[in-house]
């Protein structure tokens, strides 16, 4: 079994909380400026200007969905030398809407964190599958 040091799980635990409660002055923090994006769509470098206005625009559209909560738990950490740390993390999305029954979405990514200063950053996340795809598998759009 993979050992999850402290600090990856503290690091996810604040991500996670950042997320839930909207606070997008952590959730910038948290990325390296720029960071690489990567997924089904192909591999972009976002810069803090393009991630604060995706945070916003995120936040509207899954809200739209009845997103409640998510969750964010760290399934494998690989140390790659002493700055480099690779983590996969299984992230459950909650939805409620009224007159609907609740849904959760599971979906799986990885990040590679920097340490730096004491600090741990995001320089790239992979996200393993596609978001609106699963959105629509699970009936929350069409």
Do not use: C, W
Not at 36 to 47: A, K, S
Not at 88 to 93: E, L, R, S
């Amino acid at each position: 079994m993979n050992t999850i040091t402290p600090l990856i799980q503290e690091f996810f635990a604040d991500f996670e909380r950042a997320g839930n409660s909207g606070d997008t002055a952590v959730s910038l923090s948290q990325f390296h400026d720029p960071y690489m994006h990567l997924g089904p769509d192909g591999m972009h470098i976002i810069t803090r200007e393009i991630f604060r206005a995706a945070i916003d625009k995120r936040k509207t559209f899954f809200a739209s969905l009845g997103l409640k909560s998510t969750k964010m738990e760290v399934v494998e950490e690989t140390a790659l030398d002493d700055i480099y740390t690779l983590v996969k993390v299984k992230i459950t999305m909650h939805f409620e809407k009224t007159g609907k029954d609740a849904v959760d979405v599971e979906q799986y990514a990885s990040y590679l964190l920097s340490l730096t200063n004491e600090k741990l950053e995001v320089v790239l996340y992979l996200n393993h599958s596609d978001l609106m795809t699963l959105m629509k598998s699970a009936g929350l759009m069409s």
